[in-house]
Structure formats: C-alpha cells, structure tokens
C-alpha cells in the first residue's frame, strides 16, 4: 500500500461505496471547529496530534475514531507517545530551521559579495573621476 503524505498510515477501512478509507494521524497545526470525515457532525479539531482520513485535512470525531482506529485513538491518548513524536518533532523543526538558517547564510554571503565587488567598481570610477578632474 502507498500513501501520498509523509504521514505512517495506520488504520484502513473500507468505505459503504467500496473505495478505501485511510485514517492517519497527522499533527494539526490549528485549532478549529470541524466536521468529521466520517460522519460530517460536528467537533472541535485541537491543536497536535489528531486522526485525519489520508488525503484531507478533514478531522476524525472521537465517535468515529472509536468505531474505526480504536487502536489509533489508544495511541493518541498515550502520554509515553504523545512525549516521543514531540520529541522527534522537536529534532526534526530544529534540523529545518538549521537548513534554512544555512540556506539564508549562504544567500547573504552571496549578496554581500556582489556588493562588496559593486563598491569597488563605484571606488574604482570616483578615483578615475578624480585623477580625470585633476
């Protein structure tokens, strides 16, 4: 089985129309009202870990999560491994952020150094000016 996000895929299901229902957990970065994948009736989506059908954003009620990813949503209610993926979370934004702070360095020195040669041409032409005024 493939799946298209980054995201381990842990329950499936099939659909009353035959077509597969993949439920992932995913780490909602917004807390907001929502409307279940599943059943469309309303619930709050809180920020972190949460179950999501693959391929959406939409959130999984705690009603559905129990009839379709009991063990998912054992696993969500787990402290020990709530702890771990922050942890894991903590390395991985701490490696992006390294990167982009790496990337960043490496584009300002760039850009200082077509200054610093844009200078010299200007000093280099002030001085000409100079000596032609002379």
């Not at 993949?22 to 619930?43: F, Q």
């Not at 390395?91 to 150094?113: F, Q």
């Amino acid at each position: 089985m493939t799946s298209t996000s980054a995201t381990p895929v842990w329950g499936l299901r099939v659909r009353e129309d035959g077509a597969r229902r993949v439920i992932v957990i995913k780490h909602n970065r917004y807390a907001r009202p929502a409307a279940c994948s599943i059943c469309d009736g309303d619930h709050n989506l809180d920020l972190g870990l949460a179950l999501f059908e693959e391929g959406n954003w939409q959130g999984i009620c705690e009603d559905c999560a129990r009839e379709h990813a009991p063990g998912m949503l054992a696993l969500l209610r787990c402290v020990a491994a709530q702890r771990a993926y922050w942890e894991v979370e903590e390395v991985r934004a701490g490696e992006e952020s390294r990167r982009r702070v790496g990337e960043t360095l490496a584009s300002l020195e760039a850009e200082l150094e077509l200054l610093q040669e844009r200078l010299e041409g200007t000093q280099a032409r002030i001085e000409e000016m100079r000596t032609e005024d002379q």
